[in-house]
């Protein structure tokens, strides 16, 4: 077996080598096949997609129904109108100043509602925390509310004294979060040591 194998085997290797720019050129149309099928299956998941969505707007329509998201879609498209500008103005006129709490929890579509109807005489002021985001589930999109905050003109305020917590608890944290540079995974959320309200004391609940 040995000697049978000691007579082949080299001009084999010798052969792979020969043709190994070949079998890497074979690799490649290989990978770019299988990049090429999973792309058609994508665009044809997204074209399933716009079929069933576009049959699902229609039955409402039909039904004269509005869900919540179809307030910001109506909004969306009216905005984007000829006469959405006017229309913007008009929003502007009526609510001077905007107040959005629980930011973090904002999707991207209505924060392009926020940016359209914003001008540099409008008042728009943004209130979240990025530890808080829990709604992703809910299209909440804690990248929209990073994008925000570095785009805001008229500055980023951080409170940093806690007016809820024991002083305990607000040690606690800080110790905790403290021995990370990223403790939650996102390089640009970061956690910022707070304060104890003043004369905050430690209350225990017994029952």
Not at 46 to 72: G, K, M, P
Not at 87 to 116: C, G, K, N, W
Not at 147 to 162: H, R
Request: aromatic share 12%.
């Amino acid at each position: 077996m040995y000697r049978y194998a000691s007579s082949w085997l080299p001009s084999f290797i010798s052969w792979i080598v020969q043709h190994i720019s070949t079998w890497e050129k074979l690799f490649e149309k290989i990978d770019e096949l299988i990049e090429l099928e999973r792309t058609l299956r994508q665009s044809q998941e997204l074209t399933w997609f716009r079929s069933i969505y576009d049959r699902y707007i229609d039955l409402l329509e039909q039904a004269a129904v509005v869900t919540s998201n179809d307030l910001q879609r109506l909004l969306d498209n009216a905005l984007q109108s000829e006469q959405g500008e006017e229309l913007a103005a008009q929003i502007r006129r009526l609510h001077p100043i905007a107040m959005i709490d629980e930011f973090q929890d904002t999707d991207p579509v209505q924060y392009e509602l926020f940016s359209l109807l914003n001008d540099a005489g409008h008042n728009l002021i943004m209130i979240g925390d990025p530890k808080q985001a829990i709604y992703a589930f809910r299209g909440a999109d804690i990248f929209t509310y990073l994008a925000a905050a570095e785009e805001a003109t008229g500055g980023v305020w951080t409170l940093s004294t806690s007016y809820r917590s024991s002083p305990s608890v607000v040690r606690s944290l800080n110790t905790l979060f403290g021995q990370a540079s990223s403790p939650f995974s996102v390089s640009k959320i970061l956690y910022e040591p707070v304060e104890c309200r003043p004369g905050g004391e430690d209350v225990l609940c017994r029952q």
